[in-house]
């Protein structure tokens, strides 16, 4: 595995200067994003599938061990308040349980039976998008939880950083993002993990712009929970609306904060027109104002 093996231009390493071992890692992380370059067709078609599959029930489950894991539960825990993507919608399969996210869990990985265990748990099947990330692609973990949801009628991706990888066989929709070895061998918390980063931001995002949870560019469906993003959901109204910022706070106060529903009001719908709308749309606000009438 590309991702084990040892580099002879680092074997020295720690006899180097600060600014030279920085410089190294610094290069590590920009091969990194230049890898996933590569796999930006793959990205595409699992984008597709996993938007088309997940309708309006569907789950979007992500499984992992180490560090991979824990990338992996990040990117879904920003999915609800970045998107309104609700809670119950997403699932974590975590080798080793939640503790494993503060607490290493190394022996955790080896345990097959519980991914498959976990994928039964969670009742995976059709209309779920199970997402398995591995560095090695060989974590067994990951892998049997990757075999079962395909086995139960999943859409299945995985994310792996070596070539030809058992994860990336047992997945219909495989995402290679070839990092090669590290700078310091074998710790792939760094390139392959900040590789896995980026694809997992692309493909979560990408889903959520196809399914309509995003408008004009902007976070239509983002929960205003705070001041800073009650100031934002009142600059979009206002953006979107071409209307002052006070207007647009009246009509997210109207909205009960909901942005989309505020940017209806503001074009001439009523509170429950907006609202039927919205419903009868799937929640996209550009099909929404279509049937209203009014430009997207």
């Not at 020295?12 to 370059?37: C, F, K, S, T, Y």
């Not at 792996?160 to 994860?167: G, I, T, V, W």
């Not at 310091?184 to 980026?198: E, P, Y």
């Amino acid at each position: 595995m590309t991702t084990e093996n040892s580099n002879p231009r680092f074997v020295d390493l720690d006899a180097w200067p600060v600014a030279d071992i920085l410089e190294a890692m610094w290069e590590g992380q920009a091969n990194a994003v230049a890898a996933v370059r590569a796999a930006l067709p793959d990205l595409a078609r699992a984008v597709d599938a996993a938007a088309s599959a997940l309708g309006t029930k569907g789950r979007l489950v992500y499984a992992g061990a180490g560090t991979s894991g824990r990338i992996a539960v990040q990117d879904g825990a920003e999915l609800p308040p970045t998107f309104d993507w609700p809670e119950s919608r997403v699932v974590f399969a975590m080798a080793g349980g939640p503790r494993a996210l503060t607490r290493s869990a190394e022996g955790a990985e080896d345990d097959d039976k519980a991914g498959a265990a976990a994928m039964r748990a969670a009742r995976v099947g059709r209309g779920d998008v199970v997402i398995g990330v591995a560095a090695s692609g060989t974590t067994p973990f990951t892998l049997a939880a990757l075999r079962e949801a395909r086995k139960r009628g999943a859409v299945t991706i995985a994310v792996a950083s070596n070539r030809n990888a058992p994860l990336l066989k047992a997945a219909a929709f495989p995402i290679l993002a070839e990092t090669g070895s590290e700078v310091i061998a074998g710790s792939t918390r760094m390139k392959a993990g900040t590789a896995q980063k980026i694809v997992l931001n692309l493909l979560s995002s990408a889903v959520m712009v196809r399914l309509g949870r995003i408008h004009r560019g902007l976070m239509v469906n983002m929960r205003p929970t705070n001041d800073k993003l009650r100031k934002r959901a009142a600059a979009m109204v206002a953006q979107l609306c071409d209307c002052s910022v006070a207007a647009a706070r009246k009509a997210l106060d109207a909205a009960d904060g909901d942005v989309k529903t505020a940017v209806l009001l503001r074009s001439g719908a009523s509170l429950s027109k907006a609202q039927t709308l919205l419903r009868k749309n799937g929640g996209n606000l550009r099909a929404a104002l279509a049937a209203l009438g009014t430009p997207a």
